[in-house]
């Protein structure tokens, strides 16, 4: 098992590397010069322009910009963006911000959409079960920026349950309705995955047989019907936290939230490489030991998957 | 109860049926309305007694047993009669005491080992929750106990391990564990060894009749297994479309047997046949006369079609970081097979038998040894010529579920062999499809339809049918008939005497059960962990077995202790 899980971590170096380079090829292929865009409207003196090229490396060529970003990253030295903040601060703001947004919107996804699924599947094609389907289709078809924006209408202003917008105090009571919005239509893909798999479960043998052992209702269904159905679904949530980490750039920009997608989206804004490549190359680092967790999780919930092989 | 108690109860009151089921009707909800699955069912069960409930696929038997404790399919329900456990009606008793009754009054050994446990929890957990919910002491000894009594060897480590780590005999020993874990007075054995091996199945059975009598449990027994059912039970009921048809002593009804339906179980099913032909040959009447109508012509020249020398397949294992080792599914393999004869590989499941016909259909290659077709090795065959000789060389599985193209219609998958070696014309091909469906006698009118719409026996037709398009010289039948129900069975084998017959075929006939074996080959080859151990003519190799294997094998066939006169009814 310590073998598998280092051979993994192994794996993340190359991903790393072609993940990375790529990223820095196309902000290099971006059209456009970064630096007169950061003047707008104004011509500034092309010693201006020179000093402020050198200290980016925009004059060297692409494969030596990449090496000096390859450079900084390994000595942990990101530098500063164009408004000469240093870049590692901006993420060490960022990424704690987005983290409990991911985090808040992962639980209430699981919680709710596990729960939902379970009463659903083992009651299909009752009342309760068909209400939840056509609901969480809608949940589906409507775009996050309409729920959003109807959420902070309805909850924030309206009602007043909750902040309408974030702002910089970010903390778990004010992001818990930007969560919500978050983690609903992702909801409604577990709430569906997990009916799907347990009304399957629900006429598996093993299941019959457990009830014959004579096993109560609640017993059968907890320990042999939910543990089994949640195998397909722990894969959806992992894989889903990786893009939830990933910064949810309209749910942060309705909201005003200072996250990780906030900052991506103005870095590509403005073309600035180094802030871009930063936040994927952390993003990627995310991914990969999500995705390792999630397949450790798997080993764990069905013994029959071995990886030390 | 212990069985100390039921003495007590004979002593001093007249005995009362543990289960009683009286006029018993099952109906389900299905999408065109209700379907009566039970009509009619009446049993009794006394303490200590074992009754089998023998019918085919469809009869009702699984559902009957399913009823009795409360296990029936959401959309079904219980819609007429009785079922009086120990003198309690529980047909319509409420869910809570259906879970006070399972497990430590009425106990369940189901059919299927690979499905019926629950593949992500160990053993042990899987019976102490069952020794936990019935209020036993579930210590890891007791789980111990429990599965060391079931025949389990090394229980303590076996619990610690999961399903999958388990071979299928295993596997129905731990749900035998688990059924029997918490002394029912009332068993519930759904063919509870149809998916193991005979000799497995032999040991398994025995070793449940031991605990059943030592815990003084009655057995309520299904079966499609005629022979089974009446070496097994003390009585047997006879099911048919609903109904029950006929009960009584097992002994009795099957020297006897009084409906139709009955009459025609007691003889095709294979087992009590072979014992037929022995009792008829010790009378001095060939069994060739009795049932086997292959018994080649005289005049027909006995040349080998298939020479197999040598045969070996070893395929590699891996051990993980480019390790491997060797592991010989068929090695030195030799046997010559006789035009117009019927060569049948026996032999349990791992003992290569199904490696041989794959190599023999050229679908694996042989990794030492020749396999010599009318005189010419197989190995050396290439592009066209292996395209001719798959012409001359035709299969038919086992499951007919699965080797028919659910998307194809009848008429489509009989005639794509022509079409793809290019034979006729269309309107040909068409009139050869139709004398193919009346070869295995199925009706023309079934040319449209597709492979959902028929039954097993009648899917296996087709796929003998398309075997038979490109008129092979040689047809492997890989386990053709161990899906079908025994009287579906009889009409197929029947089907291929006739058409061995007519046609002068050639078959290599692949299957674990020995009793199909008496009565359609000539000769049998016995396999043994990849090794032929045994070979001789049919009526050698089970009259006199020479190897130990052979005659465990010939032992475990179910009703081979059973007395039968030689031609019943």
């Keep these: 098992m310590v073998r598998y899980i280092l051979r993994r971590l192994l794996q993340v170096i190359p991903v790393f590397l072609g993940t990375t380079l790529l990223v820095y090829y196309m902000v290099f292929a971006l059209p456009g010069d970064p630096i007169a865009a950061l003047f707008g409207e104004r011509q500034p003196p092309q010693s201006v322009i020179d000093t402020l090229r050198a200290q980016y490396n925009l004059d060297q060529p692409f494969w030596v910009q990449y090496g000096i970003f390859l450079k900084n990253i390994f000595t942990f030295n990101l530098g500063v963006d164009f408004t000469q903040q240093p870049i590692a601060d901006s993420l060490a703001r960022a990424f704690p911000v987005t983290a409990m947004l991911a985090i808040e919107a992962l639980i209430i996804q699981a919680v709710f959409g596990i729960a939902f699924g379970v009463f659903a599947g083992l009651r299909r094609g009752k009342l309760f079960d068909s209400t939840v389907l056509i609901v969480s289709l809608v949940v589906i078809a409507v775009p996050t920026f309409v729920l959003g924006f109807v959420f902070q209408l309805v909850f924030g202003v309206q009602l007043g349950w909750a902040k309408p917008t974030v702002g910089a105090n970010a903390d778990w009571g004010n992001l818990l309705l930007p969560a919500f919005v978050l983690g609903l239509v992702s909801f409604a893909y577990v709430l569906r995955l997990t009916r799907a798999t347990v009304s399957e479960n629900m006429n598996a043998d093993y299941v019959r047989t457990a009830t014959a052992k004579g096993l109560s209702r609640p017993r059968v269904i907890m320990a042999h019907i939910l543990r089994n159905s949640l195998i397909p679904v722990v894969t959806y949530l992992g894989a889903n936290l990786g893009g939830l980490m990933g910064g949810a750039i309209v749910t942060e920009g309705i909201f005003n939230i200072p996250g990780v997608g906030n900052k991506l989206f103005q870095a590509i804004q403005r073309s600035e490489g180094p802030t871009i490549v930063a936040i994927v190359s952390v993003l990627v680092l995310v991914f990969v030991i999500t995705n390792l967790l999630v397949d450790l999780l798997y080993a764990w919930l069905d013994p029959r998957i071995r990886y030390d092989q | ?569």
Excluded at chain 2, 232 to 257: F, H, T, W
Excluded at chain 2, 494 to 515: C, E, M, P, R, V
């Design chain 2, 1 to 569: 109860m212990t069985s100390a108690d039921i003495r007590i109860d004979e002593a001093t009151a007249p005995v009362k049926p543990i289960l009683e089921i009286r006029d018993l009707a099952i109906t389900f909800k299905t999408g065109s309305g209700e379907v009566k699955a039970v009509k009619n069912a009446h049993l009794t069960i006394m303490p200590g007694e074992t009754v089998a409930i023998v019918g085919e696929s469809g009869s009702g038997k699984s559902t009957t047993a399913l009823a009795a404790i409360g296990l029936l399919p959401n959309n079904g329900r219980v819609s007429g009669g009785q079922i009086l456990l120990d003198g309690e009606d529980i047909s319509h008793a409420p869910e809570k005491r259906m879970i006070e009754l399972r497990g430590s009054h009425i106990g369940m050994v189901p059919q299927d080992p690979m499905s019926n446990l629950n593949p992500v929890w160990k053993i042990g957990y899987q019976v102490r929750e069952t020794l936990k919910a019935n209020g036993r002491p579930d210590g890891p000894k007791d789980v111990a106990r429990v599965l060391a009594e079931a025949g389990l060897p090394d229980a303590e480590r076996r619990a610690k391990q999961y399903p999958h780590e388990f071979s299928g005999g295993m596997r129905q020993r731990a749900l035998i564990a688990i059924g029997l874990s918490c002394q029912p007075k009332l068993l519930i054995a759904d063919e509870p060894t149809s998916a193991l091996d005979v000799t497995v199945q032999r040991r398994i059975l025995d070793h449940l009749d031991t605990m059943t009598t030592e815990l003084g449990t009655s057995v309520l027994l299904i079966t499609h297994d005629l022979g089974l059912a009446a070496e097994r039970a003390d009585k047997v009921v006879v099911m048919y479309q609903g109904n029950v048809v006929e009960a009584g002593p097992s002994l009795e009804l099957l020297r006897n047997p009084q409906h139709p339906y009955t009459r025609r179980l007691v003889e095709s099913a294979p087992s009590l046949a072979s014992r037929r032909i022995q009792v008829a040959k010790e009378q001095g009447v060939a069994s060739g006369d009795l049932l086997a109508p292959v018994a080649a012509d005289e005049s027909r020249v006995q040349d080998d079609v298939l020479q197999i020398k040598n045969l070996r397949k070893v395929y590699k294992l891996r051990q993980g970081l480019g390790k491997s080792s060797d592991f010989a599914a068929v090695d030195d393999v030799s046997f010559n097979v006789k035009r117009g004869t019927t060569t049948a590989i026996v032999g349990e499941s791992g003992s290569g038998k199904s490696t041989v016909a794959k190599m023999v259909l050229q679908l694996e290659k042989p990794t030492e040894g020749q396999i010599i077709f009318d005189d010419v090795d197989t190995a050396g065959l290439k592009g066209k010529e292996l395209f001719k000789f798959r012409r001359r060389v035709q299969p038919i599985f086992q499951d007919p579920y699965g080797s028919l193209d659910p998307m194809y219609n009848i008429f489509r998958t009989i005639e794509e062999p022509l079409r793809v070696h290019k034979i006729g014309s269309a309107a040909s091909r068409e009139k050869k499809v139709r004398e193919l469906l009346d070869q295995v006698a199925l009706p023309q009118s079934m040319m449209q339809r597709y492979p959902n719409e028929l039954s097993g026996g009648q899917r296996q037709r087709i796929a003998i049918a398309r075997a038979l398009a490109l008129d092979p010289e040689v047809i492997i039948c890989d386990e053709a008939v161990s899906a079908l129900d025994v009287l579906v069975q009889a009409q197929v084998l029947n089907l291929l005497a006739d058409l061995q017959d007519n046609l002068g075929l050639t078959y290599l006939f692949i299957t674990h059960d020995l009793a199909v074996v008496r009565q359609i080959a000539d000769h049998v080859c016995v396999m043994e962990k990849g090794k032929l151990v045994e070979t001789g003519s049919t009526d050698d190799v089970f009259d006199n077995p020479r190897e130990a294997y052979t005659q465990a094998l010939l032992d475990a066939i179910p009703g081979g202790s059973l007395l039968l006169p030689p031609a019943v009814a």
